[in-house]
C-alpha cells in the first residue's frame, strides 16, 4: 500500500515554463487536496477534489489548474511558472468522513528561475 | 485576525522535558482539530485528532482543545530527540468539504 505518491520530488523551472505536478493515491479516497507551504507561512490550499470530475479552488488558486478525471490521479498544472511559485507543493487525500484526517504525499519541491 | 494563530518557535528543549505546544483561532466553526508532526523534508503525517473540548491522550502526547477560549494543545511527556520536527495544528469546519485550515507550525528540537 503506497498511500500517496508525488512526482517529481524536485524540479527547477524557468520563467515561463509549464509543468504538471503528478499525485496518485491507491487507499479509493473520494478527496484530493493540493497544498503549498512557504518557509514559515504554513500550508496553503490551492485546489481540492471531492471526488472524479468535481474540482474547486482553494486559498491560493491563481496560476495553477487541475483536474479529477479518476479517483486516484490528482494532478496539479502550473502554467507560466513564476519566481512567487517557487514553493514546497503537497498532494493529500481523505477518506469521506471526519474523523480520519489526511494522508500527505512526499512533497514536491519547485524552484522557478 | 488569522483564523489559526500559532507560535513559530523554534523551540529547543533538553531530553525528558514536558512540551507544551498551542495554537489559538478565531473562527467558532471549527468543529475538528488535529496535529500533524512534519520531520524535515517529509511531508506532515497525523499524530492527534480531537472532537470536542478536553482532553485526549495517546502514549507521551497529550491533545487538549478548549472550545471556549478558542485555544487548543499538544503536550508531549518525557520528549526524545526522535521528537524533533515541526508541529503543525490544523483545523476543520462541519461541511466545509473537510478542508483544513492550518496554522503556521512549530519548529522543536530535542536534545540530547
Known amino acids: 500500500n503506497a498511500g500517496v505518491t508525488q512526482t517529481p520530488k524536485f524540479r527547477i523551472l524557468k520563467i515561463g515554463q509549464s509543468m504538471t505536478l503528478q499525485c496518485t493515491q491507491d487507499m479509493n479516497h473520494n478527496y484530493m487536496y493540493w497544498y503549498r507551504q512557504d518557509p514559515g507561512m504554513g500550508l496553503k490550499l490551492i485546489y481540492y477534489s471531492v471526488g472524479a470530475g468535481i474540482t474547486d479552488k482553494g486559498e491560493v488558486p491563481n496560476g495553477y489548474n487541475v483536474s479529477r478525471s479518476t479517483t486516484e490521479d490528482f494532478p496539479l498544472r502550473l502554467e507560466l511558472a513564476a519566481p512567487s511559485q517557487t514553493s514546497v507543493y503537497f498532494c493529500?487525500?481523505?477518506?469521506?468522513?471526519?474523523?480520519?484526517?489526511?494522508?500527505f504525499g512526499s512533497g514536491t519541491r519547485l524552484t522557478v528561475v | 485576525q488569522k483564523e489559526v494563530e500559532q507560535d513559530p518557535g523554534p523551540l529547543s528543549v533538553p531530553e525528558g522535558a514536558i512540551v507544551s505546544l498551542n495554537c489559538t483561532y478565531s473562527n467558532s466553526a471549527f468543529q475538528y482539530f488535529m496535529w500533524y508532526r512534519q520531520y524535515s523534508r517529509k511531508g506532515p503525517e497525523l499524530l492527534m485528532y480531537?472532537?470536542?473540548?478536553g482532553n485526549k491522550e495517546d502514549g507521551r502526547f497529550t491533545a487538549q482543545v478548549d472550545k471556549s477560549s478558542k485555544y487548543i494543545s499538544l503536550f508531549i511527556r518525557d520528549s526524545q530527540p526522535s521528537d524533533s520536527a515541526t508541529y503543525l495544528c490544523?483545523?476543520?469546519?462541519?461541511?466545509?468539504?473537510?478542508?483544513?485550515?492550518f496554522g503556521k507550525g512549530t519548529l522543536l528540537t530535542v536534545n540530547p
Open positions: 480531537t472532537y470536542s473540548s
Open positions: 493529500a487525500s481523505s477518506i469521506l468522513g471526519e474523523n480520519y484526517g489526511y494522508t
Open positions: 490544523a483545523m476543520q469546519g462541519r461541511g466545509s468539504n473537510y478542508k483544513l485550515t
